[in-house]
């Protein structure tokens, strides 16, 4: 069991320090892990490319999720949730959706792929830190979830 609970925040260079600073004024999570775009993510949560040597048993507690990304591999953050909710060895890890991005079409595709929530990013960021604090990350992130998927039944 991990001693301490950590995030892993999928987001490109734009927002990252807004999302650490929120995240550390609100003390939600002991390790945040950051990596810049769908194929990374993939790569991390997978232990594949760069991350071969990573134990892939040690996933976060909660995936913090853009979707806008840049489009390496042409993998965008939906298309990584995709991948997450197909995968049985994460098809139960909490997943937040945080985006600029106000079509509802995202916000319905997201949902529909299996978002655990959808948070429009503020522009201030005062307001940044009270949204992260609304959402109740901390909860999110000590939250008992129930163990992964068994892999044989994806």
């Known amino acids: 069991m ?4 950590s995030i892993l925040l999928v987001e490109d260079d734009d927002d990252v320090e ?8 609100n003390r939600v999570a002991g390790h945040v892990e950051v990596v810049r775009d769908g194929v990374e993510a993939l790569e991390y949560l997978f232990a594949t490319g760069t991350y071969a040597g990573r134990d892939r048993r040690d996933v976060p507690n909660l995936v913090l999720l853009d979707l806008k990304l840049p489009k390496v591999g042409g993998l965008g953050g939906l298309e990584v949730l995709e991948r997450l909710r197909a995968d049985g060895r994460t098809r139960r890890l909490p997943v937040v959706v945080l985006t600029s991005s106000n079509g509802q079409g995202d916000l319905a595709r997201s949902y ?4 655990n929530s959808y948070i429009r990013k503020p522009v201030d960021f005062t307001q940044f830190v009270e949204a992260v604090d609304q959402l109740g990350l901390y909860r999110l992130v000590s939250n008992e979830a129930p163990s992964p998927a068994d892999p044989s039944s994806s």
């Open 2 to 5: 991990k001693e301490q609970h």
């Open 112 to 115: 529909d792929l299996g978002a």
């Open 18 to 25: 807004l999302t650490l600073r929120a995240l550390r004024r």
